[in-house]
């Protein structure tokens, strides 16, 4: 394995094509790319210049606690933007909280029930009144970077 090593896409499977396409180019602000015929209903979303996510409206059998993650920028908009939608998740994982690294961890789930954590980088700065809400977050004293 080398340092060019990475991943180049996620593969999802979702139940309904149009409410995750509104998730994840609505509220994570993911970019729609072109997506090939596969013969079923699909759409692929670019998250930066090199890392894509894949939906395809397929029946499958969801896990419970496979994930996969994504570094955001503006975390603090991620938790009001998630938190109005309804979609943050605190039992598989357990509540949102800021790691021994310094990164703020919080789980989503989209609308097909696939399980996402979002996180920031360890200096990026955050609001702390969002450790108010402790029905979503870890009852810890925090500060801002």
Not at 30 to 43: K, V
Not at 119 to 142: L, T
Request: net charge negative; proline share 7%.
């Amino acid at each position: 394995m080398t340092d060019r090593t990475r991943i180049h896409h996620v593969n999802l499977m979702v139940g309904d094509l149009e409410a995750a396409i509104e998730f994840y180019g609505g509220a994570l602000g993911l970019r729609a790319l072109p997506t090939p015929d596969l013969g079923f209903p699909a759409q692929f979303f670019r998250i930066n210049d090199e890392q894509e996510i894949h939906l395809n409206q397929l029946s499958d059998t969801m896990p419970e606690r496979a994930h996969f993650c994504l570094r955001v920028e503006d975390f603090t908009a991620h938790v009001h933007r998630m938190r109005a939608l309804g979609v943050i998740e605190t039992t598989t994982w357990g509540k949102a909280r800021r790691l021994p690294s310094g990164a703020m961890q919080m789980f989503v789930r989209d609308p097909a029930g696939n399980l996402i954590e979002l996180s920031c980088e360890s200096d990026d700065p955050f609001d702390p009144v969002i450790f108010d809400d402790q029905s979503i977050f870890e009852p810890v004293a925090h500060s801002s970077p």
